[in-house]
């Protein structure tokens, strides 16, 4: 293994795992922390799949150094912390403690910060985050049930969530190639600066972030960053050519769970809603025990097949929010989780094979309700989002969405991606 990876949710890690492959590294995402007796396949990279975005810091600090201490017994030469393009978050963390955490844990003193997607439309300038051309704090994440940006300079978030100073690399460096943004990074060190935000407009800047990255022992951004690290093992003539992104063929039922409430969901939602047959879950419903959830399986049951059926919890903003208010924010979403995880276990138990699942915080709940423990990692849907493969004897196929990540016909394109790929093995 060259590459140890820590991603702080289920559909960020598989996210980047995409990345790698396209760039010819064999990976494997692991969901939590393996046991200290698990012996993982075989890969170039392995990414460790937290659910540590949206807890207590003190949590999700803990779980992310116990994934870091697993990566290092496992020989790692470099650890990449992950999290979402969109730098979701707030004021207490968690990408800040995290990431100091882990430089400290690795006795570093300093590491870049990057989210940046430009293939996405997720945009560093000045240091402020760009969602296509509108500011993230004036985009749709303003509303973001968990984690709302309502500020689009990451410096500033960043340096709120830190203990250590937040610096700059700014575009006019950037630009200059990687010796530049190396010198820079040297120059921030000097000044005592623990991390930085990296301005990047386009794919060439993130290469050249990853060039000037050779040598970190910790690089933290998302998963467009990763673009430039495998070359850096190639160069050096670690990184043999393999074949990657291959999965074996998987046949069996279709299903959609979908759990987020983003605006590119939503509209996805809208356009299966119309070519599908679909069912909305009621989180009022869950939270009364009036059993939506059985209700649901029976309602899927008889549907299942080659077409997908399409469950949903997905809403418009000012729904969630009269929900949260009755329910409270953290109940709501622990009602729906644990109910879209029931229903997935009963569905593959019914002969679902393949399934797309909609949000970071439901991939995750599905995922565990599936006892699934690892993934190979295929070809990409949409950018961001790849079929894997569950590591098990009886593989179950599974593209685990971000919630603002694919076009308004994703789960179809994905069904149909998955039948008609020349991947398979």
């Avoid at 492959?21 to 922390?33: A, H, P, W, Y």
């Avoid at 047959?277 to 029976?298: I, K």
């Avoid at 094979?353 to 949409?382: C, F, W």
Wanted: overall charge neutral.
């Amino acid at each position: 293994m060259l590459l140890g990876c820590i991603a702080d949710d289920f559909t960020g890690a598989t996210d980047l795992a995409n990345t790698l492959v396209r760039q010819g590294m064999s990976t494997v995402v692991l969901l939590g922390v393996p046991s200290a007796d698990f012996r993982a396949p075989s890969a170039d990279a392995l990414v460790i799949a937290l659910k540590s975005r949206s807890i207590p810091s003190g949590a999700a600090v803990r779980m992310s150094l116990a994934a870091l201490g697993w990566l290092q017994d496992a020989g790692a030469v470099q650890f990449f912390f992950k999290y979402c393009s969109t730098f979701d978050s707030t004021d207490a963390g968690n990408i800040g403690p995290v990431a100091e955490a882990l430089l400290d844990a690795l006795n570093e003193s300093f590491a870049i910060a990057c989210p940046a997607f430009p293939t996405n439309k997720r945009t560093i300038y000045s240091g402020y985050l760009f969602v296509g051309d509108e500011l993230l704090s004036e985009s749709s994440m303003r509303h973001h049930p968990l984690t709302p940006m309502t500020d689009a300079s990451l410096v500033r978030v960043l340096q709120r969530q830190s203990s250590g100073n937040v610096g700059l690399i700014p575009f006019n460096v950037v630009e200059r190639g990687a010796d530049a943004i190396k010198h820079e990074i040297e120059k921030l060190k000097h000044e005592r600066m623990r991390m930085a935000i990296v301005d990047a407009l386009t794919d060439q800047h993130l290469f050249a972030i990853g060039a000037a990255c050779a040598d970190a022992r910790l690089v933290t951004g998302g998963s467009g960053i990763a673009l430039g690290l495998p070359e850096n093992f190639r160069r050096r003539g670690a990184l043999k050519p393999a074949a990657a992104g291959l999965l074996p063929q998987i046949d069996g039922h279709a299903v959609v769970l979908a759990g987020s409430c983003s605006a590119a969901t939503r509209r996805q939602v809208a356009y299966m809603n119309e070519r599908c047959d679909s069912l909305m879950l009621d989180p009022l419903g869950l939270a009364r025990g009036d059993g939506a959830a059985s209700t649901a399986v029976q309602w899927a049951v008889p549907r299942l097949g080659q077409k997908p059926v399409l469950i949903y919890s997905t809403s418009a903003p000012e729904e969630i929010t009269k929900i949260q208010t009755t329910l409270g924010r953290e109940r709501a979403g622990e009602l729906v989780e644990r109910a879209l995880g029931r229903i997935a276990k009963e569905l593959v138990a019914a002969g679902a094979r393949r399934l797309v699942i909609a949000g970071g915080e439901t991939s995750g709940a599905v995922v565990t309700a599936l006892g699934v423990n690892g993934l190979r990692v295929g070809a990409e849907i949409d950018p961001g989002v790849p079929w894997t493969a569950s590591l098990d004897d009886r593989p179950i196929a599974l593209a685990l969405k971000s919630g603002n990540f694919g076009g308004d016909d994703f789960f179809l394109k994905a069904f149909n991606s998955l039948a008609q790929r020349p991947d398979s093995r």
